[in-house]
């Protein structure tokens, strides 16, 4: 039982002749470590809005509106749900497109002082079916990472033919029912089953 006593004596004593690990914040500026967990800050450049933060994100303090009418997503971080866990980093599929600062101060005294972090993509949408396919940004993210097996995909090889700023005659629409030449339309994957399983249909009748 001695032994217990003898080294909390000691720390007793260390700690009376010691100085305050404290800062004397907000007197004085305070500046926290390196890897302090602060408010996180989405990154305009490197974000592209593939919504990975939003999905794992455990407090719910990501918003993502879809506004498909103008084809456009918002990825909207608010500090005053925020836990500073540092899950929308760790997942980000750039590793640059939301990273925790430094900043501890996010204290405030009224709802509409909240500084949030937003940012803004293109969206792309199904033709067909009118579903949410992905953000340009995020399309052209796999492209760069796919390299030349990209271009079998016929979304991807879309997406690379408009950046190239080629002028057309002509805006191709599609015209109902989907059929098998619609797959190099910009459609999603499950329009593309259905215009692929009513081809074999025939195929099979004939």
């Known amino acids: 039982m001695r032994k217990p006593k003898i080294r909390e004596l000691k720390e007793a004593i260390t700690s009376l002749f010691s100085k305050p690990y404290t800062t004397k914040f907000p007197y004085k500026e305070h500046k926290p470590f390196p890897k302090f967990r602060g408010k996180p800050q989405y990154n305009e ?55 925790l600062t430094n900043q501890f101060d996010v204290s405030y005294l009224k709802e509409q002082d909240i500084i949030k972090s937003k940012v803004e993509h293109n969206l792309i949408i199904c033709i067909a079916c009118g579903e949410i396919i992905g953000t340009e940004k995020h399309i052209k993210f ?52 259905i215009a692929f399983i009513k081809d074999e249909i025939k195929e099979i009748k004939k």
Do not use: W
């Open 45 to 99: 450049e490197k974000c592209v809005g593939c919504g990975g933060c939003f999905f794992v994100c455990p407090s719910k303090a990501i918003d993502m509106i879809d506004d498909i009418e103008n084809k456009k997503r918002i990825l909207i971080h608010n500090p005053d749900r925020c836990i500073f866990c540092g899950e929308c980093e760790r997942n980000c599929i750039t590793k640059e497109g939301i990273k």
């Open 142 to 193: 796999i492209y760069d990472k796919l390299g030349n097996l990209a271009f079998s995909q016929p979304i991807i090889l879309t997406e690379l033919i408009k950046n190239l700023k080629i002028p057309t005659e002509y805006e191709e629409k599609f015209v109902p029912p989907i059929n098998r030449q619609d797959i190099l339309k910009v459609i999603c994957p499950k329009c593309r089953r």
